[in-house]
């Protein structure tokens, strides 16, 4: 069966600081990956997403960088934090050809 | 992309009683997902419509897709406290999904 993990699942963070949030797979292979952010109560914002090794695409030009250095590796960086990035960090994946995403356990990040 | 609303943003129930939100858009949709958050966790995927006037049954949880692909609902009867959580709706745009803001249900026992 197919499991994504995130690391870590808390980070407190100074403002200035650098930023990086690892997603991995299991279980399958080629998935279409994405990063979503969620401010606290509300709704979830597309941040990136990828359909390949090296291919990304962004949705919301910001502070934040994504790479995909392996098949099922999303990583989500930033050179200097911001207050505003606070938020609940999710990767998702989903098959080729399918629209279902399955959601990773999160990492809350905290910008003080 | 397809854009979906929801309504309404929150919604306190006592125990027992029936909830449904409602999800829109302006123009037709291939399909419409549903997915629900519990608080402090992560979306999970409830189910997919596709057909045009769509109904699905997952126990206490209807989902309709309306005759035009234009709308669709969630409607639980009889809730309980572990339906807490939000409800979000969401439309394939591309290789990506068009969430809505969801809507946050309380239950009070």
């Known amino acids: 069966s197919q499991t994504i993990h995130q690391w870590p699942a808390t980070l407190v963070q100074p403002v200035g600081s650098p930023l990086s949030l690892e997603c991995t797979v299991e279980?399958?292979?080629?998935?279409?990956l994405y990063w979503y952010r969620q401010a606290a109560g509300r709704g979830l914002q597309l941040l990136f997403y990828s359909v390949g090794i090296g291919q990304i695409s962004s949705e919301v030009p910001q502070n934040l960088s994504a790479s995909r250095p392996q098949d099922r590796q999303f990583i989500l960086s930033s050179k200097k934090l911001l207050l505003s990035d606070s938020g609940f960090y999710l990767c998702a994946w989903a098959g080729q050809g399918s629209g279902t995403q399955y959601f990773g356990p999160g990492t809350r990040l905290t910008v003080l | 992309g397809q854009q979906v609303m929801q309504i309404p943003q929150y919604q306190h129930v006592q125990e027992g009683e029936d909830f449904t939100t409602y999800c829109n858009s302006s123009?037709?949709?291939?399909?419409i997902q549903w997915y629900k958050q519990r608080p402090g966790g992560h979306p999970v995927f409830l189910i997919q419509l596709v057909k045009s006037g769509e109904v699905k049954k997952q126990k206490r949880l209807t989902f309709q897709f309306g005759e035009a692909k234009k709308n669709s609902s969630l409607h639980i009867t009889a809730t309980q406290t572990t339906d807490v959580g939000t409800y979000f709706c969401?439309?394939?745009?591309?290789?990506?999904?068009?969430f809505g803001k969801g809507t946050s249900l309380l239950v009070t026992p």
């Open positions: 969401a439309a394939s745009s591309g290789y990506a999904l068009n």
């Open positions: 123009t037709t949709l291939s399909n």
């Open positions: 279980g399958t292979s080629n998935p279409n």
